[in-house]
């Protein structure tokens, strides 16, 4: 869930930088006399990390808003408590700041964590989650999240999709370039079809270039489960994941359209395994199981 919130508000940022870029006429300056490599790489720096840090800022209130997650400011029943209480002594274990707790309205398991560092970042968990699980494997799902945060996850991910970003924005304009002098006739190259190249262009090396990132999220996966395994307990940390594993292969209780705990039903394979997010359970699960 964290890892799709950046990744779609980093492309709205990035697709309405370039547009108001086109309006401002800044991309025709660009390649005004031919395309000055040297001023358009670091100009696509600039916009490539300003984006990312712009979504990894606001990544705390756009997951809040986009799961209607509640902050737990005062806790009103004992099970609140308990979840705030478990937060903090998993935090302070782990060494970071307290987290912000929250619960979100879904029947489904599912749990995030998201923040720009790790002394202010937010933790929550679905209602569903907390109705199915018992303590154990609450906490270890709520380990595994504290994980994300103290490898400090959405601030390498924010960084490399800084990276990411720069590429994508710099190719999408050579493309433009190119494409609008040789096929449009367009002897300064930054015509209509310019910006509408390089707009498709962008979109499309934006979609292929964030299987880096679900590559990158893959692996974070392994050392967030490690984590939750030291904090909470390597048994309570598998027992978790077999009952996601378990609610995955539950057609009713795991829609395609969701992906709880970050899980796909099954593997997917070819093109499509390019585009996961989190590692199949049952590789997860035979991960912890070898570590001795």
């Known amino acids: 869930m964290r890892i799709l919130l950046l990744l779609g508000t980093n492309l709205a940022v990035i697709l309405v930088a370039s547009i108001t870029l086109r309006l401002l006429g800044l991309d025709s300056y660009l ?6 490599y040297q001023s358009l790489l670091v100009f696509a720096a ?3 990390f300003g984006g990312s840090l712009v979504s990894l800022l606001i990544s705390k209130k756009m997951a809040m808003w986009s799961t209607r997650a509640q902050i737990i400011e005062n806790p009103k029943t004992p099970a609140e408590r308990w979840l705030v209480d478990t937060v903090a002594e998993l935090a302070q274990k782990a060494g970071i700041g307290m987290p912000d707790v929250a619960i979100f309205p879904a029947s489904q398991s599912n749990a995030f964590a998201t923040g720009w560092n790790k002394n202010s970042a937010l933790v ?12 154990s494997e609450i906490r270890a799902v709520l380990g595994h999240e504290i994980g994300h945060v103290a490898n400090g996850d959405m601030v390498t991910l924010a960084l490399i999709q800084g990276v990411v970003n720069t590429f994508v924005f710099f190719a999408a304009r050579v493309i433009g370039s190119i494409v609008d002098r040789v096929v449009f006739r367009n002897e300064n190259g930054h015509g209509i079809g310019f910006f509408v190249v390089s707009l498709v262009a ?23 489960d490690v984590a939750g395994a030291e904090l909470a307990g390597r048994s309570a940390m598998i027992s978790a994941l077999n ?5 995955s292969e539950v057609p009713d209780q795991m829609p395609d359209t969701l992906q709880a705990f970050g899980i796909n039903r099954g593997a997917r394979q070819g093109l499509s395994a390019l585009f996961m997010t989190h590692p199949p359970l049952e590789e997860r699960i035979a991960a912890l199981q070898s570590r001795s």
């Open 124 to 135: 929550a968990v679905s209602q569903g989650l907390l109705q199915r699980f018992d303590k």
């Open 202 to 224: 962008e979109l499309v090396l934006g979609i292929l270039a964030s299987t880096i990132v679900f590559w990158f999220s893959r692996r974070r996966e392994f050392r967030a």
């Open 243 to 247: 009952r996601l594993r378990q609610e």
């Open 31 to 36: 390649t005004e006399n031919g395309i000055n």
């Open 46 to 48: 600039v916009i490539g």
